[in-house]
Each structure stands twice: as C-alpha cells, then as structure tokens.
C-alpha cells in the first residue's frame, strides 16, 4: 500500500455530528471549506477508488477497498469541498505479535489542493481515531521516491524503520514508516 499526499496549512473549524455519529470538521464561515467525512457507505467508494486509482501507482481491486472500508469504516476519512472528493485516507488496525497496529494503507491527495494541510490534516484524523482504539503504533510504506510523502509523516514524527526492495509492481523501493503510539516492550 502506499501514500501520496499534501501539507501545510489550516483553517478555524468547528464540529457538528451527522445522524450517523460520523463527525465532520468544516471551517467556519468559508463556502470553499475543506470537510473532513467519516467513510458511512458503500456510495462513497466510487469517489474513494477514482482518488486512489488517480494518484496512487498501484492498481488495487474493489475486494482491496471492501476488505479496508467494511472492516474499518471509522479509520477512513474523505476530505471534501462541496460535493468534491480532494483527498482521502484508508487505514485499518489489528494486533502485531504483542502491540495493537495502526496501518495507513492510502492516501491520495488531488494535485490541485496539494500544499494546503489536507493530507495532514487526514492523517492526524485517522492517527486520532486509532489511538483512541488503543492502538500502539503506525505504520505505512511509501515510495522511496516520494518526499512529499515522507516529509510529511516525518513532520508527524514517523521514522524510517525498514527499506523494503523492489517492494511496488513498478520496481520502486519503498521505507516502511513507523510511528509509536505507546513506548515499545
């Protein structure tokens, strides 16, 4: 899985829950406003997979996008101006041999609205949806040729645990990202 993404920025926000209890955050008085959604439903996926099949070099299957979205809908967020999809974040958590894992498995940021904290602001929306599940690590691939990408999870305060080969279908490297929640055992 990997991650392509923007940053920097932000706006005044305020909160308000939909009937569903998914939680949106909207700056305040802008009609351009970025609105962060908790993924709800199936209706969401056409927009999700356009996102990553745009921005992302691997192809993944509709079954790669339910088996994320079905199990965890909760640690997946859209990033929305009006009725447009600009960014999204897929991510699921599960136990590791003794810790309970966070795993950003995409992240897809519109090249138009890069540079504008919207790939931030979706991972630390995700990172605080995991942590409140208990969990006591992050971790991600992402192209060794992406330091959009590694910049900003850096910036969060991932560190390069591991360079995995070959590890795309195009033949790139990868580093695979950790970030501890909780201090290691």
């Known amino acids: 899985m990997e991650t392509d993404l923007g940053t920097s920025g932000s706006s005044g ?10 939680v949106a955050v909207v700056a305040d008085d802008d009609p351009g406003a970025v609105r962060y959604d908790v993924y709800e439903s199936e209706l969401q996926l056409p927009l999700i997979m356009e996102m990553i099949a745009k921005d992302l070099s691997e192809p993944y299957s509709i079954y790669t996008y339910r088996y994320f979205l079905h199990s965890w809908p909760d640690l997946s967020f859209l990033a929305m101006q009006g009725d447009k999809c600009i960014g999204v974040i ?4 599960d136990h590791h041999r003794d810790r309970l894992r966070g795993y950003i498995a995409m992240l897809a940021v519109n090249t138009d609205y ?4 919207i790939g ?23 192209e060794i040729t992406n330091k959009g990408a590694q910049g900003l ?6 560190l390069r ?18 970030l501890w929640l909780t201090p290691p055992k």
């Open 153 to 158: 999870y850096e910036n969060l305060g991932f």
């Open 114 to 117: 890069r540079k504008r904290g």
């Open 120 to 142: 931030t602001g979706l991972v630390k929306r995700a990172l605080a949806a995991m942590k409140a599940k208990g969990a006591d690590e992050v971790v991600l691939e992402t």
């Open 13 to 22: 926000a305020v909160s308000a829950s939909s009937a569903s209890g998914a």
């Open 90 to 93: 897929v991510c699921k958590l």
């Open 161 to 178: 645990d591991k360079l995995m080969s070959k590890y795309y279908l195009n033949g790139n490297d990868a580093y695979r990202l950790k």
